[in-house]
């Protein structure tokens, strides 16, 4: 079945870095991935979805400043928090579209657990 | 406003129990329905989906959904729950379009003691 990783899995840094999380589809083609934020028993936000080739769309109220996205080719995209601070610690999931499946259909990957101190 | 509503925060079961979670949406124009599951450690996993047609599907594991468009519905069950099914479960709307988001709702957490 269709695999999508993400790395790293968990990440601790100090406030004002910046954090990169990386999105894989493993044995398939994604010209579109997703990133959601998930918060402790709340649903998953969707944030912004990344285009191959192109600037990604956010989501109404979503920084792009804040959280850069970059999908330089069809199985990786990367999500950059800059200069993190507390209020950005959250669960960061990602899930990515199969060129070649139905469209209406997402894989998603482990999440990435982000804790800023 | 585009939203789905889980009924229920956090269900406890014994195993070989029935399950029904409820779900309800929100969604102007026609729709896909999900349902997720996220077990303990892992990712999120498809357990069935409404695109048209019967609206009583099945999925795996034995799951099925029925939905009831008249009621904006979307109810998971199962016949008998087993301690293995002890996860998150995740019901989502996306509009029928290409390019339209997937909407979550907030999840019900599944307790079944064996």
């Known amino acids: 079945g269709a695999v999508v990783s993400q790395h790293p899995s968990r990440v601790i840094c100090k406030s004002g870095t910046s954090v990169k999380i990386e999105c894989r589809s493993l044995d398939f083609q994604a010209t579109t991935m997703f990133w959601y934020r998930q918060f402790p028993k709340q649903s998953l936000m969707l944030m912004a979805t990344s285009n191959e080739g192109s600037k990604a769309t956010y989501e109404q109220g979503v920084e792009k400043d804040k959280f850069l996205i970059n999908h330089a080719s069809l199985t990786l995209s990367t999500l950059t928090v800059t200069s993190a601070h507390p209020e950005d610690s959250s669960f960061y999931i990602c899930?990515?579209?199969?060129?070649?499946?139905?469209?209406?259909?997402?894989?998603f990957g482990p999440g990435t657990r982000l804790t800023v101190l | 406003a585009q939203s789905v509503s889980q009924h229920n925060h956090h269900v406890i079961l014994s195993e070989a129990a029935s399950l029904e979670l409820g779900c309800n949406y929100s969604y102007g124009g026609t729709v896909n329905l999900f349902w997720y599951v996220q077990y303990p450690g892992q990712h999120l996993q498809l357990l069935l989906k409404?695109?048209?047609?019967?609206?009583l599907v099945k999925g795996i594991k034995g799951f099925e959904a029925e939905f009831i468009k008249s009621k904006f519905s979307f109810n998971l069950r199962k016949p008998s729950v087993q301690w293995s099914d002890t996860a998150e479960y995740f019901c989502a709307v996306k509009g029928y379009q290409a390019g339209t988001a997937l909407i979550f709702g907030k999840g019900t957490t599944l307790s079944v003691s064996s």
């Open positions: 899930s990515a579209r199969d060129l070649q499946g139905d469209y209406n259909e997402q894989f």
């Open positions: 409404y695109f048209s047609g019967d609206p």
